[in-house]
Nanobody, 125 residues
């Protein structure tokens, strides 16, 4: 099993940048697909970005493509989400998730076995 802890959320203005971190502990052999999801009040949890086991290939939702970047530092067992040009629509609780099962795919919350507690991101317009 792996435990995930997010950090880096906060209150920013539209157009600002923010970097979220997700620290993994427990079984950290890097054999996980890692992803970020977000959930706004009254809405379902939605996929934001994912990075595959090779640490190279990435996937993004259309709403954040070109603005957000997911990356991982295997030495620190940490996944990052760099968020630029933030908009008020990006306001949500952001969750880090890990998928252990094969294949290395998945943009649905049900496809991930492990979750962090979430970190709040609020973007004021």
């Amino acid at each position: 099993q792996v435990q995930l802890v997010e950090s880096g959320g906060g209150l920013v203005q539209a157009g600002d940048s923010l970097r979220l971190s997700c620290a993994a502990s427990g079984r950290t052999d890097n054999n996980y697909r890692m992803a970020w999801f977000r959930q706004a009040p009254g809405k379902e949890r939605e996929f934001v970005a994912a990075i595959r086991r090779n640490g190279i290939n990435t996937d993004y939702s259309d709403s954040v493509k070109g603005r957000f970047t997911i990356s991982k530092d295997n030495g620190k067992n940490t996944v990052y989400l760099q968020m630029n040009s933030l908009k008020s629509d990006d306001t949500a609780v952001y969750y880090c998730a890990a998928r252990e099962r094969i294949p290395d795919i998945g943009i649905m919350p049900s496809q991930y076995e492990y979750w962090g507690q979430g970190t709040q991101v609020t973007v004021s317009s």
